[in-house]
T-cell receptor
Framework: DAKTTQPPSMDCAEGRAANLPCNHS???????VYWYRQIHSQGPQYIIH???NNETNEMASLIITEDRKSSTLILPHATLRDTAVYYC???????????FGQGTTLQVKP | GAVVSQHPSRVICKSGTSVKIECRSL??????MFWYRQFPKKSLMLMAT?????????EQGVEKDKFLINHASLTLSTLTVTSAHPEDSSFYIC??????????FGPGTRLLVL
């Protein structure tokens, strides 16, 4: 079973920031938080990952709480092309096994 | 990010035949490849983990004799669906990674068994 809990769906206005929450209260010390997204009928696309510190790349920012029990993915300026299912996954970098939950369907609206 | 390809992108076959799907890491050598399947409106389900040069490890409930996985080189893994039946129709997706590095996914292969 997936170790994360995400809201099933969210809406965001185009050009605004999209903040996607994820709860992972049972995360272990050696597990990372990974975010992927899947646009319809395509393979998942890697977005970002982190262990305990906040991370930022050209796609998004990842904010991890100090107790590591939850995190937020931030898309700073959402576009219509960001409409997708977003998956938050906790996994050990040793095994690499990603267990997908149901994710959050983000709908970016004009 | 790294590039992973799959071939074919879609395939239609008759019930009882076998289908082979290729997964290649194009710009890196993948020590581990993973195979997933996805039914409509459902999430991805991990089928097996494949390490180069060794036997694949299958997830509980996945028939290893039905879904044959070969990982003969650091850039190629194949999934063969043997004696396919309509219930095997699905979206099959592979991913690849180098040890302890990020996992990258292929574009997927849509299988339709008639």
């Amino acid at each position: 079973d997936a170790k994360t809990t995400q809201p099933p769906s969210m809406d965001c206005a185009e050009g605004r920031a999209a903040n996607l929450p994820c709860n992972h209260s049972t995360i272990s010390g050696n597990e990372y938080v990974y975010w992927y997204r899947q646009i319809h009928s395509q393979g998942p696309q890697y977005i970002i990952h982190g262990l305990k510190n906040n991370e930022t790349n050209e796609m998004a920012s990842l904010i991890i709480t100090e107790d590591r029990k939850s995190s937020t993915l931030i898309l700073p300026h959402a576009t219509l092309r960001d409409t997708a299912v977003y998956y938050c996954i906790v996994a050990s970098s040793n095994t690499g096994k990603l267990i997908f939950g149901q994710g959050t369907t983000l709908q970016v609206k004009p | 990010g790294a590039v992973v390809s799959q071939h074919p992108s879609r395939v239609i076959c008759k019930s009882g035949t076998s289908v082979k799907i290729e997964c290649r890491s194009l710009d890196f050598q993948a020590t581990t490849m993973f195979w997933y399947r996805q039914f409509p409106k459902k999430s991805l389900m991990l089928m097996a983990t494949s390490n180069e040069g060794s036997k694949a490890t299958y997830e509980q409930g996945v028939e290893k004799d039905k879904f044959l996985i070969n990982h003969a080189s650091l850039t190629l893994s194949t999934l063969t669906v043997t004696s396919a039946h309509p219930e095997d129709s699905s979206f099959y997706i592979c991913s690849a990674r180098v040890v302890q590095e990020t996992q990258y996914f292929g574009p997927g292969t849509r299988l339709l068994v008639l």
